[in-house]
Nanobody, 120 residues
Framework: QVQPVESGGGLVQAGGSLRLSCVAS????????MGWFRQAPGKEREFVAA????????YYLDSVKGRFTISRDNAKNTVYLQMNSLKPEDTAVYYC?????????????WGQGTQVTVSS
């Protein structure tokens, strides 16, 4: 099981960009599909993006397709989320963890998350 530590959040104006990073400790990181999730105030945590461990295929929430890009660097045990054209509705705490691709459901531990705030 991987233990994630997220970073890279902040305050940005609508239309701006941020790059989130998640360093995941634990062996066999490269054998885990990894995903990003987010939780806005008063809402349930939702799937945002995932990247498969086996073929590198990527998957996205419909509302972020074309704006967000997930990637990974197995040598650094790190997964990234490049977020462009940010909107106020993207405001949330963002988390990464291992994920089961078929269901988009998380399978690992949660970190502390990183806050993303998009002002209009």
């Amino acid at each position: 099981q991987v233990q994630p530590v997220e970073s890279g959040g902040g305050l940005v104006q609508a239309g701006g960009s941020l790059r989130l990073s998640c360093v995941a400790s634990g062996r066999a990181f490269s054998s885990y599909s990894m995903g990003w999730f987010r939780q806005a105030p008063g809402k349930e945590r939702e799937f945002v993006a995932a990247i498969s461990w086996s073929d590198g295929n990527t998957y996205y929430l419909d509302s972020v397709k074309g704006r967000f890009t997930i990637s990974r660097d197995n040598a650094k045990n790190t997964v990234y989320l490049q977020m462009n054209s940010l909107k106020p509705e993207d405001t949330a705490v963002y988390y990464c963890t291992s994920v089961y691709i078929a269901t988009r459901r998380p399978t690992g531990s949660w970190g502390q998350g990183t806050q993303v705030t998009v002002s209009s």
